[in-house]
Structure formats: C-alpha cells, structure tokens
C-alpha cells in the first residue's frame, strides 16, 4: 500500500512539473532550455581560472567536435536567471524581440587559438556583468545567451 501511494505522489509530483515546463521529455534530444542549463549555468561554480574552464567545457560537451571559441558560464541560481526573463523585452543580436537583459556573476571562456578537439585550451575571466538572454514558453524560461 505505502509503495503504491510513493509512486502515485512521484507521478503526479511529475506531471506537475511537465505541467509548468520544468521538466520537458527529451525523447533523445534536449530541448533548448537543457541546452541552455548545460551550456552556461553553473551556478555552484565560482570560475576563476583557465583549468575551470578547460574542464567544464569538456564536461559539458563543447569539446567533442571542435573547440567552440567562446562560452560563458552563470554563476547564479536559475531562478535569478528565470527572474530576468520577466524584465523588459529588448532586442537580441539576430533582431527578435525576445532577449532580456541583467547583472551577473560570469566566467568567461575564450578558446586560445592555438588547441585542437578534443583537447581544447580556454582562457578564463570571471566578472559581474550585463548579459542578454533570450527567452520563450509559458512560463518564460532561458533559451539562448545572446551576449
């Protein structure tokens, strides 16, 4: 009887959060909110230096192909991030009118021009900043990081 009702608050528990976008079936792709969170989110991660973010970007797949030339990294929570989505809509770089704007705390990672995938070498700079991100769904959630 207990493992009968664990299971049916774990299915409804689930159900409520497809219900708020929270957690999308992937049906073996991600959607670009995941793309989103294992792009740039790290929100633990406090950045720094340049073997921060050799390893993350290898970790989070960016370095399998070929080095991507540059990433940014979100140390905040993503509810601060799924706050900015509810700011004022600006103008992103490709001329939608969905990317909002705010100040975080980022580490910056600039491929050094001179490795190959998948050992890829990064410099890093971490700061407090303004970022452009865009958003879509209902709710609004993070999709892409325009600047």
Known sequence: MT???TGSLFLLLLLTLLGLGLVQPSYGRESK???FLRQHMDPEGSGGNDGYCNLLMQRRKMTTSWC????????EDIWNIRSICSTTNIQCKNG???????????TDCK?????????CRYRAKTSTRRV???CEGNPEVPVHFDK
């Open 33 to 35: 909110y995941q793309r």
């Open 3 to 5: 493992l009968q009702r």
């Open 111 to 119: 491929e050094t021009g001179s490795s190959r995938a998948p050992n």
């Open 68 to 75: 991507k030339p540059f990433n940014t990294f979100i140390h």
């Open 132 to 134: 452009v991100i865009a």
């Open 96 to 106: 939608s009118m969905n990317c909002h704007e705010g100040v975080v705390k980022v």
